[in-house]
């Protein structure tokens, strides 16, 4: 399929620039997915704003779409059909793979969807070419009923559905989950459904509300003492469990005050290299974890489908109510920068290519 497509282009550091850009060219067994629905992810915005990956490139890769094309030798599609592709697909036989670490696994890091220029995802675009690895084992279909805008969720629900699995929360659990982004509302509501309490905080009021939606009903002011609220909840023990699900190492110290002697603190949103402080006696004497758990298994790829599909039949997990704002294209800095600067009223940012 030749021609010109339109794309949100990385071109400099904090600057994005929605460009025609060729459509990109398939090969055997490969697809060409027309995009839907493409979230941004808190690692494009990093991405784009410490120049760490050179330029030019296409990001995005919380995307949704319709087959447009298919290469020779591509087996159980066909154009037409609705989609959705991860990115990132581990080899499955090295030694990673086989201690289940896929995040580390060589074929993992590689990225297998692109817009053109140098592979990094590509869903900031109209089109976007899906690598032979990724036909095989990282494209989902999407049901009917399935709105690309819920389907655009599966990646991001399975990187937060991998880090509830590693927790193994018990019903007798109390979590707290520090911050009600997406990302924060994610991994609150799917440990919820394991039937642990859980508490959450965010700075802002409007933020509880859409968590409210998920059944989230015990909200934390986290302009208040969160530290407090969590001992209050807990007979002053202190949560079993410590989600953090903001990139701010400041919050690492309130996080280990808040969880109890033997609790667990799970850092998800810390992806910026730096200094951290935290007590150490609290890991050594209080026997607390600090741990972390990054991207998505696709060991547990199937489910993560599957609790996305289900959850919006059942309006459960209906996710398009953590979309606040969609924009085209064109409108691809200003989403740049909402994104990156949060307001109150403003949640998942997604682009309509
Ligand atoms: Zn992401
Ligand atoms: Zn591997």
């Known amino acids: 399929m030749a021609g010109m497509m339109k794309a949100a282009v990385y071109r400099d550091v904090d600057m994005v620039v929605c460009e025609e850009i060729p459509v990109p060219e398939i090969g055997a067994g490969e697809v060409l997915v027309r995009i839907d629905t493409c979230g941004v992810c808190g690692t494009d915005l990093k991405k784009i ?51 289940q670490t896929f995040a580390q ?17 590509g869903g900031f675009a109209e089109y976007i070419r899906v690598m032979d690895w990724i036909v095989a084992k990282g494209l989902v279909k999407v049901p009917d009923d399935i709105p690309f805008e819920q389907a655009a969720f599966i990646e991001p629900v399975n990187t937060c559905y991998k880090a509830i699995r590693m927790l193994n929360l018990e019903a007798d659990d109390t979590v707290l989950v520090i911050g009600q982004g997406s990302i924060g509302v994610i991994l609150a509501a799917l440990a919820k459904r394991t039937g642990a309490t859980v508490l959450t905080s965010d700075l802002y009021a409007e933020r509880h509300k859409v968590a409210a939606g998920f059944g989230l009903d015990r909200p934390i002011d986290a302009r208040g003492d969160v530290v407090a609220e969590a001992k209050k909840a807990t007979s002053s023990r ?6 953090v699900a903001v990139g701010a190492d400041s919050l690492i110290t309130q996080a280990m005050d808040a969880v109890r002697a033997g609790g667990r603190v799970m850092l998800f949103a810390s992806t910026q290299h730096g200094t951290a402080a935290y007590d ?73 290519p």
């Open 49 to 99: 704003h410490t120049g760490s990956h050179a330029a030019p490139r296409v990001f995005g890769h919380e995307m949704a779409g319709t087959i447009a094309a298919i290469g020779v030798d591509v087996k159980g599609f066909s154009i037409g059909e609705r989609v959705m592709a991860f990115h990132h697909i581990p080899c499955g036989v090295c030694f990673y793979c086989k201690k």
């Open 105 to 121: 696994c060589e074929t993992y890091k590689k990225v297998g969807t692109t817009a053109g220029f140098e592979a990094a995802g």
């Open 238 to 243: 202190g949560v079993d469990v410590v989600l």
């Open 280 to 352: 150490p006696t609290a890991v050594c004497m209080d026997e607390k974890t600090l741990m972390g758990s990054y991207s998505a298994s696709v060991a547990i790829q199937d489910e993560g489908v599957e609790l996305v599909f289900q959850g919006f039949r059942d309006g459960s997990l209906d996710l398009t109510k953590l979309i606040s704002h969609r924009f085209g294209l064109e409108d691809c800095a200003e989403a740049v920068r909402l994104a990156s600067n949060p307001e109150p009223g403003s949640m998942k940012i997604v682009f309509k």
